[in-house]
């Protein structure tokens, strides 16, 4: 059960990690990041950021090409959300 379990969430861990900004345009998801430095959170529409970096940029790549707003770290981690929870999201916390 536990071996499992395990597995599938290791599926979709990479199935999330390889989501980009382009699947995300049905208005259903947007992308949350975060500093690693300070702890500066934010939502963002897609529309937005592929506006700025494009549709084929992978959701967790997206930190690379920010700055946070509030201490200037550019150590930036970000994922996708989606307005109806994912239950894989949910036990995705480390
Ligand atoms: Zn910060």
């Known amino acids: 059960m536990g071996k499992l379990k395990n597995h599938l969430l290791f599926d979709e861990d990479q199935a999330l990690c390889a989501i980009q900004l382009g699947d995300l345009t049905d208005g259903s998801a947007q992308v949350e990041?975060?500093?690693n430095?300070?702890?500066h959170y934010r939502m963002m529409a897609?529309?937005?950021l592929i506006k700025r970096l494009g549709p084929?940029?992978?959701v967790p790549e997206i930190g690379v090409h920010m700055e946070c707003e509030s201490c200037?770290?550019?150590?930036?981690?970000a994922r996708p959300v989606w307005?109806?929870?994912a239950?894989?999201?949910m036990m995705a916390a480390e």
């Open 87 to 89: 239950p894989f999201l």
């Open 37 to 39: 430095r300070c702890g």
């Open 46 to 48: 897609p529309e937005h």
């Open 72 to 77: 200037n770290s550019k150590d930036i981690a």
């Open 56 to 58: 084929q940029v992978r």
């Open 33 to 35: 990041a975060w500093c």
């Open 83 to 85: 307005s109806e929870p």
